[in-house]
């Protein structure tokens, strides 16, 4: 019985949803509304309780680290951004994460450059090594603006554009076929869970 | 006649969307209420993530650590994924962790293992371990630390147990036993994984991710960072077909499922629509009926996988025909 109530509901606010394919309208407001509402009254006491009381109440209050009294501190500073007054008080907690990012650069350059370089240089003894050579100079050469993209050098630049082309097509093959599997996963839920025409 | 296909095509570029979006709508809806078989034809990406999770099978000392990065907006996607891994690891003896930094993945990581082993004598603590939910903030000191001790760094499962004390824990310390991580999202977060853990530790790293960021993060799969690749919904087809052909098998040769082979996969087929797991063997045509039930939520993305082959020929069609169209009217406005 339960089953079929929290199906209905489902069901109710994903036409809801749905319902903006035709026009705008209340429904599909409430539902969106409803969506925001909802999963931050979730995730609050998850964070109260898996983020809060395990790494900030236990360890201050029960086990008296009270070095950890700073990082809290610190912590409470985003709250200010609230205030009109006091707001740049929050710079402070940004600019500490934004160090802890800059620890991450030399693993990045490793990862998204370096490797990425090295298995650009492979010997061209087959059709997709050549492909990927080509490809990447090309490209390279298209991102150089302090030459004119004109004569041989823009026949050059030419092909890389083509290149990127390629590559678009086959993002936006990819986001279509996204796009419709999410679509999919909803009509399987109309149409098998709820109304039960799946077998 | 020229005249008639002008108005025709006329008519088409001025069509409602909606109609179009009907036509979508039913083009997904029919094949889905009337499944047909359609082959599932895997590869390298997909294989090569079963056969390392394969490796695995009866070690003690080897586990496999799934993250749920993502929310139920790509849950058709990534659940099928999800469940089809669980099960495989579940069917083969193999140790699996979850764990999740968003808090929106936190019951998406219980639904998948009660999906995945309703079927299974598994126990948590033993057979498989939630992590559970971690801060966000928390990403980096538990990837790192992972990479030294994971007792150490996880310290607590979904059910605030010490995670030092369990049963799995035993023989799996850091990356080295941990192997593989599979990382399940609809954003780069794979990359973040590829970043440390690999980076850092060695440790193998495969993404499942949804379809649109698949073209993001093949340079990363070119590379040989990431050992595997689950695709959108077709990755989660291939999967479901994996594990259904090797990890369910069972024979007097096989009692626990068969090893790998490019062959034998590309030989068999593993229809949809039959209420059993059966298999037809494409070159000689016998057809094997397991008697083992074929489950709905083990075939669910080969079924979407159908409507999703019809709703591409329609969506080509649209293509053509707009296309065909916008010269055919192009033509027209230009001798006026």
Known sequence: ?199 | MTEKIIAFFDKMQRVDRRVIYLIVALSIIIPLVIPFNSPTYTEEPTENIYKKIDSFAGQSNKAVLLSFFHDASTMPELFPMEVSVLRHCFERNIKVFTICFTPAAAPLVDYAINTAKENYDVKSGVDYLNFGYKPGALFLPIVLGMGEDISEAVDTDSEGRKIKNLEIMKDIKNYDDMNLVIDFSGSGSALSWVTYARAKFGANVAAGITAVMVADNYPYLQTGQLLGMFRGLKGAAEYEKLVDVFASYESDEYPNGRPFSKEVIKSIEVPITESNITYIDKDTGVVTDTGIPSNYKYKVARIGMNAQSVAHIMIIVFIILGNIGFFVTRKKNDGL
Do not use: C
């Not at chain 1, 309208?25 to 931050?40: C, D, I, K, Q, T």
């Open chain 1, 1 to 199: 019985m339960f089953e079929i109530i929290s199906n209905t509901v489902a069901a109710f606010f994903t036409l809801s949803i749905f319902s903006f394919l035709y026009k705008d309208n209340p429904f599909y407001r409430f539902a969106e509304s409803l969506l925001v509402g909802v999963s931050m009254g979730y995730a609050i006491p998850l964070v109260y309780e898996n983020a809060f009381i395990p790494y900030v109440y236990t360890p201050i209050f029960l086990g008296h680290r009270f070095s950890l009294i700073f990082p809290a501190i610190l912590g409470i500073l985003y709250s200010f951004r609230f205030s009109k007054n006091l707001s740049w008080l929050a710079r402070y907690p940004i600019v500490f994460g934004m160090g802890i990012i800059g620890m991450s650069v030399p693993m990045s350059i490793h990862s998204s450059v370096l490797v990425q370089m090295r298995s650009a240089m492979l010997p061209l003894n087959t059709i997709n090594s050549v492909l990927i050579f080509i490809g990447t100079v090309t490209i390279l050469l298209y991102f150089f603006f302090s030459k004119d993209h004109k004569g041989v050098y823009g026949k050059f630049t030419n092909v890389g554009v083509w290149f990127m082309m390629i590559g678009f097509g086959a993002s936006f093959g990819y986001t279509v076929m996204a796009r419709i599997s999410l679509l999919i996963g909803r009509i399987q839920f109309l149409v098998g869970d709820w109304l039960g025409f799946i077998k």
